[in-house]
T-cell receptor, first 115, second 111 residues
Framework: EAEVAQSPRYKITEKSQAVAFWCDPI?????LYWYRQILGQGPELLVQ????????DSQLPKDRFSAERLKGVDSTLKIQPAELGDSAMYLC?????????????FGEGSWLTVV | KQEVTQIPAALSVPEGENLVLNCSFT??????LQWFRQDPGKGLTSLLL?????REQTSGRLNASLDKSSGRSTLYIAASQPGDSATYLC??????????FGAGTRLTVKP
């Protein structure tokens, strides 16, 4: 069964350092999402791509976060500099298109701990 | 702004019991509602997707209902098993790029 691949699964970084997460969506999925999930809460959308274009990044803290999907396939989410409050799980998800009727499939997530 | 609430936050039941998880949302203008399962430290697995025009969806021992007018959805799990232990999240979609999640209900099924 096709899956959304994410790496690394776990990352510990020091405050003020840079960190990057990678996501490879299910083949053929045009829409890609990055979510952040704080322990005990539901995921919150950081950025949504349709192919290589950003559809929504209104909740992305752009002073320190950046995301790209250069060829419309895999994507990278970067944080620089990392802050203690960034400790969370970063989830990547994809769907066939941005049509609201499509099911969204999530990866296993990348756990970030900032010390 | 769409708010999604899940009650209870945690639930513990003995194996074999039928149970209901609740999800409520404040804005009834939705496209669909999706239920997910999340195991500890893992990603989300889609369980059921209910379009706004539908009233319910079923998959195996799971049945989800949707009442848009009252802003409620329920997830019914029949004959619960220890393997059902997980956190269950509902997510409401208002548009192509607006999907709001509840905080989840943490379910424990005791053998």
């Amino acid at each position: 069964e096709a899956e959304v691949a994410q790496s690394p699964r776990y990352k510990i970084t020091e405050k003020s350092q840079a960190v990057a997460f990678w996501c490879d969506p299910i083949s053929g999925h045009a829409t890609l999402y990055w979510y952040r999930q704080i322990l005990g809460q539901g995921p919150e959308l950081l950025v949504q791509f349709q192919d290589e274009s950003v559809v929504d990044d209104s909740q992305l803290p752009k002073d320190r976060f950046s995301a790209e999907r250069l060829k419309g396939v895999d994507s990278t989410l970067k944080i620089q500099p990392a802050e203690l409050g960034d400790s969370a799980m970063y989830l990547c998800a994809s769907s066939w298109s941005d049509n609201s009727g499509n099911t969204i499939y999530f990866g296993e997530g990348s756990w970030l701990t900032v010390v | 702004k769409q708010e999604v609430t899940q009650i209870p936050a945690a639930l513990s039941v003995p194996e074999g019991e039928n149970l209901v998880l609740n999800c409520s949302f404040t804005d009834s203008a939705i496209y669909n509602l999706q239920w997910f399962r999340q195991d500890p430290g893992k990603g989300l697995t889609s369980l059921l997707l209910i379009q706004s025009s539908q009233r319910e969806q079923t998959s195996g021992r799971l049945n989800a209902s949707l009442d848009k007018s009252s802003g409620r959805s329920t997830l019914y799990i029949a004959a619960s098993q220890p393997g059902d232990s997980a956190t269950y999240l509902c997510a409401v979609r208002r548009s192509n790029n607006d999907m709001r999640f509840g905080a989840g209900t943490r379910l424990t099924v005791k053998p």
